[in-house]
Structures are given as structure tokens and as C-alpha cells.
């Protein structure tokens, strides 16, 4: 996905076309990454499920609630954002997953694993907010996947609404994922400590 979206903008120079170029990959390959908290559930990979099950299912939620569900947005420069932050981070963590399923991994895969999130979480997650945000006016127009009363199951829902609280659920959120990233870093590259001798 990296290499049709550097190639689609050296085509073109610009950030439109990148999500139509992509999508079908987009589709596929994020709602199959929900294999991805069986894996880390079953021991096939090292990772937090609860953590992995948030980020994917944050991102299948923006890929088919958001992007699929509000064309619309597809050539904004926040969907170029987020496709190119996560096709960067799954290059380097799906090498990172194979050289551990061998048992070695590269020091220099290791420092990116654990660098490159530090601009690329903040990129990825400003696309992702802004895809939403620019989906918000077509969203209220159009009354997509809402619900009013009076009906015969006497509920109401509001996915404009439903869509301010996703945004707003970054603000806990995103600094606290963020912080287990700089603190896994510090962990893994950022040297270990040593016992003090008395």
C-alpha cells in the first residue's frame, strides 16, 4: 500500500486520487487486521490486546464508518494522512512481527518500531480527527445511520453526534496510548538501568 500511494503522488503530485488508488487495500487489509488481537490474545505476537484492540478497531471504524460511508471525504488531505501514517507504521511493524517470529530483529528495525511512532502516531491521528471533522457536515445532512423517533423500537441515534463523542474520546485517549509508546520505548531502546551498588 506504501509504494501505490508514493507512487500515485510522484504521479501526480498532489494528494488526490491517493484514497481511490488504495481503497481496496484499505478495505481488506484493515478490516483483516482484526486478526491481529487473536494473535496477541493467543501469544502469537507480543502485545497488549486490549491496546491492539482499540487501534484496530478505531481504525476499521474510520475506514468503513467513516471513509466508505461518507465518500465525500476521500481527497482530503486528512485521508492522505492517516493512509500514509499507518502504511508506514504496518511496513515497519509487520517486519518487526516476522524477524521476531525468527527469532532476531535487526537493531535498526527495532529503533524504527519503536522512533518513528513519535511523529507518525500525532500524523496519523490528526488525519484521522480530520477526516472525521470534514465528514461532519454531510453526516448531519444526509442523516446517515441515524435514527429518530418516533419508531418501532421507540430509540433514537444520532451519528453526528455519535461521531463529536469519537473525536472528543481522542482526548483521554491518544496521550495515554502515546505515553505506553515513549514508555515502551524507553523500555526497549532507551538503555537500561542499572542496580546501584551500596
Known sequence: MLVLVIGQYMKTRH??????????????FQTAAVLEVLHCAIGIVRSSVVLTAFQVTSRVFLVWGVTYSVPQVHNTIGVTMFI??????????????????????????????YTFFILLYP???????????????????SGIYSMQLPNKLNASFDYYSF?????????????????????????????KMTKKTQ
Not at 500524523?123 to 445532512?141: D, F, H, M, N, Q
Open 15 to 28: 494528494h488526490f486520487g491517493i484514497f481511490n488508488e488504495v481503497d481496496r487495500f484499505l478495505y481488506v
Open 84 to 113: 500514509l501514517a499507518w502504511a508506514v507504521t504496518e511496513v515497519i511493524r509487520y517486519s518487526f512481527y516476522t524477524f521476531s517470529l525468527f527469532g532476531t530483529v535487526p537493531y535498526m528495525l527495532q529503533w524504527c518500531r
Open 123 to 141: 500524523i496519523g491521528v490528526t488525519g484521522e480527527l480530520l477526516t472525521i471533522y470534514t465528514s461532519l457536515p454531510r453526516v448531519k445532512a
Open 163 to 191: 461521531l463529536i463523542l469519537i473525536m472528543l474520546s481522542y482526548i483521554p485517549i491518544f496521550p495515554q496510548l502515546y505515553c505506553h509508546m515513549l514508555a515502551q520505548r524507553q523500555k526497549i531502546i532507551g538503555g
